[in-house]
C-alpha cells in the first residue's frame, strides 16, 4: 500500500495522503512518496494537481513518533526533505489544489500553505508550532499569502486559526465543507480548461516569488542549532 496514493482523471492527478492512523503525520517513507507522486504533475495531460488525506486530517505535521531514537543530524535531514517538498509542491508545473480537513498543524499546515488555491473544511484546525522549538519553516511562503504581521502572528505568538479564519486571513482561499470538494474540483478543472498548459505554467511562474534557496538556507540554519532533538522533545512533551 503506498503512504501517497495517486490517481489521473480528466487532467487532475490526485494525491492522497495515506497514512491516517497516525494523522498523515510525515515520516521519511510518507515524504519521499509524496516527493515523488508530485513529479508525476510533469505529465503532459496534467492540468491540476490535488493534494487531500486520508481519514482525519489532511496532515497533521511532523511525525514526533520515533523522536527519542533520532539525532540533530537525523532531525536536520528531516526537515531539510520537508522543505524540498514543499518547494516541490509550491513550483509544481501545474497548479495545485489543498483540501484541508482536520488539525493541520506545522509541517501539515505549510503542506496546505504551499498550494496555488486552498479549500478548507469550516471544522478545519490550523497552527505553525515551529517556533516553540527554533525552527523557522515556510515562513516566506506563509507571509507572502497572509501578509508580514499574520505571519508573525501565527509563527512567533503562536495564534491558531479555525476554518472561517484561515479564509479571512488568505491562509485558505475557500471555505468547503468535504461533501462539496468534488464539485469544486470539477468547477476549477473546467475553468482552468479555457486556457493552455504552457500559458498557465507562465502565469503561475510570473505570480510567485522564488525563495527556494532562501527558504532553505534559513530552515538549515534554524535547524542547525545544537539541542533540536531536545526542544521537539520538550515541546512534545509540553503538547501531550
Known amino acids: 500500500m503506498s503512504l501517497a496514493e495517486t490517481s489521473l482523471a480528466d487532467g487532475v492527478l490526485t494525491v492522497t495522503l495515506n497514512r491516517p492512523e497516525r494523522g498523515n503525520a510525515l515520516n521519511t517513507t510518507l515524504v519521499d512518496a509524496l516527493r515523488a507522486a508530485v513529479t508525476q504533475a510533469e505529465a503532459p495531460s496534467v492540468r491540476l494537481l490535488v493534494l487531500r488525506g486520508a481519514g482525519k486530517a489532511l496532515c497533521t505535521g511532523?511525525?514526533?513518533?520515533d523522536i527519542a531514537s533520532q539525532t540533530d543530524a537525523d532531525l536536520l535531514a528531516r526537515f531539510v526533505a520537508i522543505e524540498l517538498l514543499l518547494q516541490a509542491v509550491r513550483h509544481?508545473?501545474?497548479?495545485?489544489?489543498?483540501?484541508?480537513?482536520?488539525?493541520?498543524f506545522g509541517a501539515g499546515a505549510d503542506l496546505f500553505a504551499a498550494c496555488t488555491w486552498r479549500i478548507a473544511d469550516p471544522a478545519a484546525r490550523f497552527a505553525f508550532p515551529g517556533a516553540r522549538f527554533g525552527l523557522v519553516l515556510?515562513?516566506?511562503?506563509?507571509a507572502a499569502i497572509v501578509g508580514d504581521a499574520r505571519a508573525l502572528g501565527l509563527t512567533v505568538?503562536?495564534?491558531?486559526?479555525?476554518?472561517?479564519?484561515?479564509?479571512?486571513?488568505?491562509?485558505?482561499t475557500g471555505l468547503v465543507a468535504q461533501d462539496g470538494w468534488d464539485a469544486e474540483i470539477a468547477a476549477i478543472a473546467a475553468e482552468m480548461?479555457?486556457?493552455?498548459?504552457?500559458?498557465?505554467?507562465?502565469?503561475?511562474?510570473?505570480a510567485r516569488a522564488d525563495t527556494r534557496d532562501a527558504d532553505l538556507a534559513a530552515l538549515v540554519r534554524s535547524a542547525s542549532v545544537p539541542g533540536l532533538a531536545a526542544r521537539i522533545t520538550a515541546y512534545a512533551g509540553g503538547r501531550g
Open 157 to 172: 505568538r503562536g495564534q491558531g486559526l479555525d476554518g472561517a479564519a484561515a479564509l479571512t486571513c488568505g491562509l485558505a
Open 138 to 142: 515556510g515562513t516566506r511562503r506563509l
Open 92 to 104: 509544481a508545473p501545474v497548479p495545485t489544489l489543498a483540501l484541508g480537513h482536520g488539525r493541520m
Open 62 to 65: 511532523f511525525d514526533v513518533g
Open 193 to 206: 480548461a479555457q486556457v493552455d498548459r504552457a500559458t498557465t505554467h507562465a502565469l503561475a511562474a510570473a
